[in-house]
């Protein structure tokens, strides 16, 4: 297998980290290219064992790349790029207009179903926080209430205080034999 391959025709783990921005090391390049073969992408490999990527490869890497930025998953963008370019590869046609055609057709099935996950996943959120803002809501209502209730006990002790030092002083004599 080493022996067929071409050395021009790939490029090695190290420049696709230069070249890919948010890869930035060879173990994050190494997560993706392993979700990317648990989704059934098979990459070439040299003579020791490590993977080695076709322009096609960095392709698909670039288009993750991008996806990643527009706040997908990693396993979302895997599967998204896959998805376009497995369609392409079925009909034999990479770059004609039909092999197009089945891109755009499968990349919003894909999307769309995603979407409906992320959008049922933030709408049971909603949900939560809607709730958690409710009971929030109803327990510093009984906070302000015990608030109130305290400042009035607060205010009829100060208002008893007052009475008892404004009584004219007598003496200790008077005080206890009266």
Same mark, same amino acid.
């Given at each position: 297998?080493?022996? =067929? ?8 783990? !190290? /420049?696709?980290? %230069?070249?890919? @921005?948010?890869?930035?090391?060879? &173990? ?57 370019? =497995? ?8 770059? !004609? /207009?039909?092999? %197009?055609?089945? @891109?755009?057709?499968?990349?919003? &099935? ?69």
């Amino acid at each position: 297998m080493a022996k =067929d391959i071409i050395a021009d025709e790939y490029i090695t783990g !190290s /420049d696709v980290v %230069e070249k890919i @921005e948010r890869i930035g090391s060879l &173990a994050t390049l190494g997560n993706w290219a392993k979700e990317m073969e648990r989704n059934g992408h098979k990459f070439q490999h040299d003579g020791r064992g490590r993977r080695i990527y076709s322009e096609e490869d960095m392709k698909i890497l670039t288009e993750m790349n991008e996806l990643l930025g527009d706040r997908h998953t990693l396993k979302q963008a895997v599967q998204v790029t896959l998805g376009m370019n =497995d369609a392409k590869e079925e009909d034999g046609e990479s770059t !004609s /207009d039909e092999g %197009e055609l089945t @891109e755009t057709e499968n990349a919003p &099935a894909i999307i769309d179903e995603s979407m409906k996950r992320f959008i049922a996943s933030q709408s049971q959120d909603m949900a939560d926080l809607k709730e958690l803002l409710t009971k929030v809501v109803e327990q510093n209502q009984s906070y302000h209430e015990e608030n109130v209730k305290l400042e009035q006990k607060i205010d009829e002790l100060a208002e008893k205080n007052q009475k008892i030092l404004d009584q004219p002083k007598q003496g200790w004599w008077k005080r206890h034999f009266g």
